[in-house]
């Protein structure tokens, strides 16, 4: 069998459902799976639904599954069940709940266990997205219960986030407050045919209003009423879920994940790895503890084998570790810096014991040479070297990193 279940990228019910049950069970050849998605990934609007437990999202969701099937589309549903430790113990409750259309052939849902961080999406949660993305899914909804920990994880998978609340001013509400509210695309006050819907609705567009604008700015936040059993107000919800999707497109959580990519391989991950690979720097003992694109900082405690005839500190020791700090911080843009010209000056003698401590920073950089200086100091903070270099920065690039 192939990485990817043959029939997936065809939208196959069979093998959507061996997809997922591989995600699922953590099976050998997931890893693979999820590489695999990968290049067909970014179509589906995702939609993220949460709030407090027994606000009807559930119902809600349901309904927007008659209201999506009306207009052609094929819709998954991610249901993550924070109450029951074992994927299926809630299940059939949320079968029930959205049972109108969970049968039809162009729905299919799935219930994950929360896994134990407690509310929050089961990490399998982002791949069974992928999932229904790669066939070709046109909306996926992913439902969580709100708590702290969901809502920062809906906020990276969803691309439209739909907060519901039921109406009255009590615990749902304060809990609202309580930050949920910054993280709402769209509001919706549901079991607008009980009384109090209203009220809650102008009480939540007036915390809208108090609160710092939105960085985005673009988009308003819409207050909607909605009667999920009725089916009142879904019409419109569903238009505003699409205004939103337009606005701020898909693959939110494609994004997110490669700003994260980017961080782990930025000048400082680079860099360690360079020093990591470096066998002389290894043999030496030295220790790379800080790198960013343009600096470095490298230490060595000294041992009796790093001492010279006098019993101090050997030059060559010290010229090695600001050599080494020198190289780090002109490797760490990507490109290959080949050092041209260095110069050295020693001012105090270090001891065995002692940690030498070198950092080096950029004087001045253009397009091919790089000039750097590189202060060497005793734990103490005595200076006892400081050393210039120039490098001759290449058009070739370090190799990227494998992943691990
Ligand atoms: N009157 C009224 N009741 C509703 C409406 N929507 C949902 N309910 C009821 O509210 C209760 C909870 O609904 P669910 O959809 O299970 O709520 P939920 O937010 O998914 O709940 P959890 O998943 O347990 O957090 C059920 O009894 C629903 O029938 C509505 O629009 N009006
Ligand atoms: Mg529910």
């Known amino acids: 069998m192939g990485a990817l279940p043959s029939g997936l990228l065809q939208g196959e019910r069979r093998a959507v459902a061996r997809?997922?049950?591989?995600?699922?069970?953590?099976?050998?050849?997931?890893?693979?799976?999820?590489?695999a998605l990968a290049p067909h990934l970014g179509r589906a609007h995702v939609i993220g639904v949460t709030g407090p437990p027994g606000a009807g999202k559930s119902t809600l969701v349901n309904a927007l599954l008659g209201a999506l099937l009306a207009r052609g589309e094929r819709i998954g549903v991610v249901a993550v069940d924070p109450s029951s430790p074992l994927s299926g113990g809630a299940v059939l409750g949320d079968r029930v709940r959205m049972g109108e259309h969970g049968a039809h052939p162009d729905v299919f849902i799935r219930s994950l266990a929360s896994r134990g961080h407690l509310g929050g999406l089961s990490p399998a949660a982002r791949t069974v997205v992928d999932v229904f993305d790669a066939a070709g899914f046109g909306t996926v909804l992913v439902e969580t219960v709100g708590t702290g920990q969901s809502e920062v994880e809906i906020m990276s998978v969803a691309d439209t986030r739909i907060v519901v609340s039921p109406p009255g001013l009590g615990d749902e509400v304060q809990a609202l407050k309580a930050g949920i509210l910054e993280i709402a695309d769209l509001l919706v006050v549901n079991k607008a045919d009980l009384p109090g819907a209203d009220a809650t609705a102008r009480h939540l567009?007036?915390?809208?209003?108090?609160?710092?604008?939105?960085?985005a700015g673009a988009w308003t936040v819409p207050v909607l009423r909605v009667s999920a059993t009725r089916g009142e107000g879904v019409a419109t919800l569903v238009d505003r879920l699409r205004a939103h999707g337009a606005a701020v497109g898909h693959g939110r959580r494609l994004q997110v994940a490669r700003d994260a990519a980017a961080q782990a391989g930025g000048p400082a991950a680079l860099a360690m790895r360079l020093a990591a690979a470096d066998p002389f720097v290894r043999a030496t003992g030295i220790s790379c503890t800080h790198a960013g694109a343009g600096s470095a900082e490298v230490r060595l405690t000294l041992r009796g084998e790093h001492l010279n005839f006098s019993g101090t500190c050997h030059g060559g020791v010290l010229f090695t570790l600001a050599d080494t700090a020198f190289g780090l911080a002109s490797n760490s843009y990507g490109a290959v810096a080949a050092g041209i010209d260095a110069h050295i000056t020693y001012q105090e003698a270090a001891h065995e014991g002692q940690t030498v401590i070198a950092r080096a920073h950029e004087v001045s950089r253009n397009r091919r040479l790089a000039v750097y200086r590189v202060d060497v100091v005793r734990d103490d903070g005595r200076p006892i070297s400081s050393f210039t270099g120039t490098v001759y920065i290449k058009s070739r690039q370090h190799e990227p990193a494998a992943p691990t």
Do not use: C, Q, Y
Request: glycine letters at 8%; aromatic letters at 0%.
């Open 19 to 35: 997809a997922i049950s591989r995600i699922e069970h953590g099976a050998a050849g997931s890893h693979d799976l999820v590489a």
């Open 205 to 215: 567009a007036e915390m809208l209003h108090l609160r710092a604008p939105h960085a």
